[in-house]
T-cell receptor, first 115, second 114 residues
Framework: AQTVTQSQPEMSVQEAETVTLSCTYDTSESDYYLFWYKQPPSRQMILVIR??????QNATENRFSVNFQKAAKSFSLKISDSQLGDAAMYFC????????????FGAGTRLTVKP | DAGVIQSPRHEVTEMGQEVTLRCKPISGHNSLFWYRQTMMRGLELLIY????????DSGMPEDRFSAKMPNASFSTLKIQPSEPRDSAVYFC????????????FGPGTRLTVL
């Protein structure tokens, strides 16, 4: 079974600084998708970034980037120039390539941004 | 474009009552998912529809839970009778296809069963 582990229940960062959230996963598949979702206090689950395992290039979306290490089964999220609005729960998720109904989520990391 | 719409946003009910949660997926999306989020178990997939047909309901916790999708723009998740342990946030998500596309989540319904 595929599992997703987020080892940092809570993280804190100073506004304008950079923070990295960790995620590891376990799978025997070679092709799959990885996601980071953000859940602010409003509870809305917002897609932050997505990575296809067959792509070697790390995905980037503005201030958000990932460090995808396929051999190590690691998928960390880097947030640069942190803003107060980045404060939220962040969930790492894994999905097999052809199984949209088999998304596995980590337990989440609560990010606090200090002004 | 409107995202996934869920109603109500909050629901408080008493044990034994019937609860109906509603979802309108993003127009043009073929797949719809119902998730439950609790502190203890995190996010769990309850049921998945493709083209209005239930494909996988293995996550539905018990017979008290049922879900329908009568058309491409509407789905319901019903709990009858409700129990305090059903208290959770229920999310609906949709995606354009079954294979490669990202799931887009609604704002969730916070259910409290007293």
């Amino acid at each position: 079974a595929q599992t997703v582990t987020q080892s940092q229940p809570e993280m804190s960062v100073q506004e304008a600084e950079t923070v990295t959230l960790s995620c590891t996963y376990d799978t025997s598949e070679s092709d799959y998708y990885l996601f980071w979702y953000k859940q602010p206090p409003s509870r809305q689950m917002i897609l932050v970034i997505r990575q296809e395992a067959y792509k070697q290039q790390n995905a980037t979306e503005n201030r958000f980037s990932v460090n995808f290490q396929k051999a190590a089964k690691s998928f960390s999220l880097k947030i640069s120039d942190s803003q107060l609005g980045d404060a939220a729960m962040y969930f790492c998720a894994y999905r097999r390539l052809y199984n949209n109904n088999d998304m596995r989520f980590g337990a989440g990391t609560r990010l606090t941004v200090k002004p | 474009d409107a995202g996934v719409i869920q109603s109500p946003r909050h629901e408080v009910t008493e044990m034994g009552q019937e609860v109906t949660l509603r979802c309108k997926p993003i127009s043009g999306h073929n797949s719809l998912f119902w998730y439950r989020q609790t502190m203890m178990r995190g996010l769990e997939l309850l049921i998945y529809f493709n083209n209005n047909v239930p494909i996988d309901d293995s996550g539905m916790p018990e017979d008290r839970f049922s879900a329908k999708m009568p058309n491409a723009s509407f789905s319901t998740l019903k709990i009858q009778p409700s129990e305090p342990r059903d208290s959770a946030v229920y999310f609906c998500a949709s995606s354009p296809t079954t294979v490669t596309d990202t799931q887009y989540f609604g704002p969730g319904t916070r259910l409290t069963v007293l």
